[in-house]
C-alpha cells in the first residue's frame, strides 16, 4: 500500500489550501481514511476522517473551514482547508483506518502559514 499526498506548500494567514492523497495498492473505499498533522514541538493529532459510507468528522480547531472529500474514480483522497491560520502549520499525513486505528501512514506534506 503506498499513500502519496501533495498540495503543501506556504500561504499567508487567511488563505488556502488542497491536499491530495493518493492510494495505490488499496481498494479505496474499503476502509476509512482521514488526514493527521502534526505541528513541530507536538503530537499527531487527527484533523478530520471519512467512514467508508462517507461521514466526515472534525477536529474543533478546523470546523466549518476544513473539508474531507472522497474521489473514488481516481483513489484520491482531499482535504481542502480554507482560512487557514497560523496554527494549522505542520505535517499533514494521509492515513487509513481499518479496525479502529491507523493501518498506513503517508509520507507527510509540509503546510506552512505565516
Known amino acids: 500500500v503506498q499513500l502519496v499526498e501533495s498540495g503543501g506548500g506556504s500561504v499567508q494567514a487567511g488563505g488556502f489550501l488542497r491536499l491530495s492523497c493518493v492510494a495505490s495498492?488499496?481498494?479505496?473505499?474499503?476502509?476509512?481514511m482521514g488526514w493527521y498533522r502534526q505541528a513541530p514541538g507536538k503530537e499527531r493529532e487527527l484533523v478530520s476522517s471519512?467512514?467508508?459510507?462517507?461521514?466526515?468528522t472534525y477536529a474543533d480547531s478546523v470546523k466549518a473551514r476544513f473539508d474531507i472529500l472522497q474521489d473514488n474514480t481516481k483513489n484520491t483522497l482531499i482535504l481542502r482547508m480554507l482560512h487557514l491560520k497560523t496554527e494549522d502549520s505542520g505535517v499533514y499525513y494521509c492515513?487509513?483506518?481499518?479496525?479502529?486505528?491507523?493501518?498506513?501512514w503517508g509520507q507527510g506534506t509540509q503546510v506552512t502559514v505565516s
Open positions: 471519512i467512514t467508508t459510507d462517507g461521514t466526515a
Open positions: 492515513v487509513i483506518l481499518c479496525n479502529g486505528g491507523v493501518t498506513y
Open positions: 495498492g488499496y481498494i479505496f473505499g474499503s476502509c476509512g
